[in-house]
């Protein structure tokens, strides 16, 4: 399976590496993971892990909660999520993952919720440039201009850029580098910004980019 | 406020345990490592600390010299592995803790801060880098001045700069 781990984002620094250089990084806590079930392609349909990070107390979690975890003697746990596979599990339920399965991973995909903008005009949201801010422009500095032609095609063409709920989305960012790995303290240092607010969970996977030629 | 732990833990191996210790106002040689090709020699800048910002790695200090007339500014990383050493060659009484003011001082007034008394044999040290700093930019002009006693040279100098400017 290739290294996947559940986590937490800590939050922003920066180190030096043995050259001297600084390395802008992001610090994740990541596991350790139970593995709660194993989905199998007989039962299932198809072959997956389900871990779950970080315990909660067992009076904040759903009586279904606590069932699902008592089969493999877990506490219930506040981020579960499923890994697919495209082989069986090597795992069985109940063992645990630690941040040493990172071990030589150079690069990661990184897997979080982005922070929630609310309601966003096309600026923000999209990048647009907006109107201009004098030449007789009045009231709609921000504006998203035309939208679309007139009597023909006479409607907005789908997936037009418009307003609207930007943020709290999944986001995923990929390739990114692994400055260094601190197994005995379970952290990952990635260089760069991480989808989602300090302690938002997130999912990490050695990165699933073909390799670019130069590397 | 605080740090988090985790963050103050990946610092830690960052940080330098001996970290060089000068305070605003001081005038500093700083040696920096630079990498050519594969040798590393190492360049020293001098000049007045004026800022000092930030914590844990990123913690920087700005320091400003003239030269040639025209303001220099470097800000360096207090940790960076890059900076050798910080050996101050001069204090000085000031009363602030972002000497920004400096900025706007044209010629003898850019570097003329209150003396504090001490180390007063460190001024010797200094001279001779000075010199031998301007000695590789103008190299027939150094040489001459570099007899001239050290006090007299310092102000010839400026007075030149300031020329410099104005025309």
Do not use: W
Not at chain 1, 4 to 25: A, C, R, S, W, Y
Not at chain 1, 32 to 53: F, I, N
Not at chain 1, 184 to 211: A, C, D, F
Not at chain 2, 4 to 28: R, Y
Request: aromatic fraction near 4%; proline fraction near 4%; include cysteine.
């Amino acid at each position: 399976m290739t290294p996947t781990l559940l986590g937490q984002k800590i939050g922003m620094t920066q180190v030096f590496d043995d050259e001297g250089n600084v390395h802008p990084v992001t610090v994740l806590k990541l596991g350790p993971c139970q593995v709660l079930q194993v989905r199998t392609a007989e039962k299932d349909k198809y072959e997956a892990v389900q871990l779950g990070y970080l315990d909660k107390p067992r009076k904040s979690a759903t009586k279904a909660e606590r069932g699902h975890v008592a089969k493999v003697g877990a506490e219930p746990k506040r981020f579960v999520r499923e890994v697919r596979l495209d082989a069986p599990a090597e795992h069985e339920a109940g063992a645990v993952l630690t941040a040493d399965i990172f071990d030589g991973v150079k690069a990661v995909d990184i897997i979080g919720t982005m922070k929630g903008r609310g309601y966003s005009g096309t600026m923000k949201r999209h990048g647009f440039g907006g109107l201009e801010a004098t030449h007789g422009v009045q009231r709609s500095h921000r504006a998203p201009g035309s939208i679309g032609c007139s009597a023909y095609p006479a409607r907005v063409i789908k997936g037009r850029k418009m307003n609207g709920q930007y943020g709290n989305t999944r986001s995923t960012v990929r390739n990114v580098k692994v400055v260094r790995l601190d197994a005995e303290q379970s952290l990952l240092l990635v260089r760069g910004g991480v989808p989602g607010p300090n302690g938002g969970m997130v999912m990490v996977r050695e990165t699933n980019r073909k390799k670019s030629k130069k590397a | 406020m605080s740090i988090q732990p985790l963050l103050a833990h990946v610092q830690s191996s960052s940080l330098k345990s001996d970290a060089p210790e000068f305070q605003i106002g001081d005038t500093v040689d700083v040696h920096v490592r630079i990498l050519e090709g594969d040798k590393e020699r190492i360049q020293i800048f001098t000049g007045i600390v004026i800022a000092r910002r930030g914590q844990g790695t990123s913690e920087n200090f700005t320091v400003r010299r003239i030269v040639a007339g025209e303001g220099v500014e470097r800000i360096f990383p207090i940790h960076s592995p890059k900076i050798a050493k910080v050996e101050i060659v001069r204090r000085a009484i000031v009363r602030r803790a972002k000497l920004y003011y400096l900025r706007d001082r044209i010629g003898k007034q850019a570097f003329r801060l209150k003396e504090r008394p001490i180390e007063k044999k460190k001024e010797t040290g200094r001279a001779r880098t000075r010199v031998k700093a301007r000695k590789a930019r103008q190299a027939a002009a150094a040489t001459e001045e570099a007899a001239a006693p050290e006090k007299k040279k310092r102000r010839r100098k400026t007075k030149k700069t300031a020329g410099d400017a104005e025309s």
